[in-house]
């Protein structure tokens, strides 16, 4: 908040205290950090509830049943995203707005979920989804639904710069994950600005980036963590 962010995106169970993974107790306590944050944040701050796919349809119920009172923007992946069957089922019983898709490829995999108004916002990732031109074209589909963009925040310097100037072109974008600023390197120079909330970007060409390969170190990949439950059943991170 101190630097100007007015939308906040949490995943208060993203992190073992036992080193597993048991869906009520996660529940329960996120139930209770989303309280606690409202309280700390007050009414103004707008909050991205985020689930990472891992809970089942009924445990979904339980937790946007629980944080509802507390006006989250939306519920970001409460269940896995291949499935809108299961979207239906939420929306029966659930007051929350959804957000999905930075699983997704093109605008073909958000057909169901759009046509059948299932989620409100999309999470259309730039890299994964097939680029601007693709981003475009899911954005325009989900603005014939009256849905929002907020895209995925990406672990590239140079995607996100992408993402951005894709952002400026789209009508219907509400925010965008920031997976930029504060993270760039002495080898990568950009053409943007954060201030207050708020970015612009310059009129370099192209996407604005500058590249210096003498000071590009080795790139080491990241793996998600492997998580089970208490009985050894393997959990989705």
Known sequence: MADGYTIIRICPHDSLTDGHYEPGRQVRG???????????????????????TRLSPARAVELCNGIAEYRPVFV???????????????????????????????????????????IDYIRTDEI???????????????????????????????GMMAAFHADLAIPNLYAQENGLFGKTGPHLTIDAEYRDGFVTVGDSPGL?????EGKCEPYSAF???????????????
């Open 208 to 212: 604005g980036v500058t590249l210096d």
């Open 30 to 52: 996120s139930i209770t950090a989303m309280k606690q944050l409202r309280k700390a944040v007050g009414e103004d701050v707008e909050i991205i509830f985020e689930c990472h």
């Open 223 to 237: 793996e998600h963590p492997h998580w089970r439950r208490e009985d050894g059943t393997v959990q989705d991170w």
């Open 128 to 158: 994964i989804c097939g680029g601007i031109t693709s981003m475009r074209k899911t954005a325009a589909y989900g603005e014939t639904h009256y849905m929002e963009m907020v895209p995925h925040g990406l672990p590239s310097a140079v």
């Open 76 to 118: 970001e992946d409460p269940i896995r995203a291949d499935s809108p069957e299961s979207f239906r089922m939420l929306r029966v019983h659930t007051n929350v707005p959804f957000g999905t898709g930075e699983k997704f490829g093109g605008p073909w995999d958000y057909k169901a979920l759009i046509e059948e108004d299932l």
